[in-house]
């Protein structure tokens, strides 16, 4: 466990006992990690493109017609079938020969077939065809979206276990938000020559007194 910044290193404690790196010292008693200029400008252009994806969606509820002509309504659907149909077999062959790939893989595969059920249903809502759409999506495309999305979480966490335990970090998280993204790696040497960074591959860091 970290110690508080507050507090000296004595004879008897190694570097990793008497506390973090400076990258993550803070106020006595907080323990924070400081972000690369990379990360806090990613952060920052997502906050401000989700701000302003609040406008664009508010304009465009007061000024879409209900109704509209498409055109190229068949391509539309064949290109996103094909695409999802390849984004499948590429998930089937990394499924095959345990690729990590897989992950992503099913990330992709389960957001659009997430986006395959909510256009499907949403246009077919008062034609002829709605009660069939409303069961392909609801009995097809959502339940395979949820078990991508549980793939994707399942296969992320034994990778986490799998690298904590070899670097001798502690635990791992047992929650997706609370594992953070591993930085370049500095600390002490682990297993087979490995590089170990409590900071980048553990759970929320806690300041504790021993």
Known sequence: MWRRDDEPMTSEQTPAEAGPPPAIRGR????????PRPIRLL???????AASLIV??????????????????????????????????????????????????????????LCDAWFDIV??????????????GFAGELPMA???????????LATLAALHGQLGNGPPPRRLRDARIPGRPTGTTGPAGTVGNPAALDGPVRATRH
């Not at 246009?123 to 392909?136: A, V």
């Not at 991508?148 to 992320?156: E, K, S």
């Open 28 to 35: 006595p008693g907080h323990l924070h990690m400081t972000l």
């Open 43 to 49: 952060a920052t252009f997502l906050l401000l493109a």
């Open 56 to 113: 664009w969606t508010v304009f465009l509820g007061l000024t879409l017609p209900p109704k509209y002509d498409a055109g190229h309504w068949n391509f539309l659907w064949t290109g996103f079938d094909i695409a999802l149909l390849c984004v499948l077999a590429y998930g089937a062959w990394a499924a095959w020969f345990r690729r990590q790939i897989l992950a992503t893989t099913a990330i992709v595969a389960g957001t659009l077939l």
């Open 123 to 136: 246009t077919s809502i008062g034609h002829r065809d709605q009660w069939l759409t409303l069961l392909t």
């Open 146 to 156: 949820l078990f991508f999305f549980w793939l994707y979480r399942r296969i992320v």
